[in-house]
């Protein structure tokens, strides 16, 4: 049982590393904004991609769909400068979460769908998308809970210092 709890202390402790804050920042910033530009250069076949889901009415799709790449790219660019990273890496919790369940709900239909997710930059089945959107989520929520302040704006902006060693 010692062993068990150990090796959880240690994992919980890595998890929490500012060194994998920053990496998982700048990994989550980079790929909101790659995916974003890939939607964006399709144009109105991502709306198409997304109205195909039957998850919205046609309206709200092309809402959804038309905004959402300038939410990925202002998303990516915070978390990338680390201006807001908290906010930002929430809404990507957000983001990811609503991918998971528009692909779970599309799974359940008995569908595999071709995801839009990067546009035609890269054409990934349904269950493909849904465990990179998982494993984005995990990223944002570590984030989230770091922080996200080493070598962010927000420290130096809102003169905030990176508490800890780099072992926090």
Partial sequence: MTRIKNMLNLALNA????????????AVGIIFIVSSVGKLSEGSAFVDDVTK????????????ATALPWVEIIMGSLLILG??????A?????T???FIIANGVVLHRGLNLTCGCFGDMAALQTREAIIIECVLMIMAV????RKGDFLSLDSVLFRRQSRGTPED
Avoid: D, K, P
Wanted: aromatic share 14%; charged share 10%.
């Fill in 15 to 26: 998890f929490r590393h500012r060194y994998l804050s920053l990496v998982f920042r700048l």
């Fill in 53 to 64: 889901y039957q998850l919205l009415t046609n309206t709200m799709a092309e809402a959804y």
């Fill in 83 to 88: 201006l807001f990273s908290r906010v930002a």
């Fill in 90 to 94: 929430g809404i990507g919790v957000l």
């Fill in 96 to 98: 990811s979460l609503s």
């Fill in 142 to 145: 570590q984030i989230m809970v």
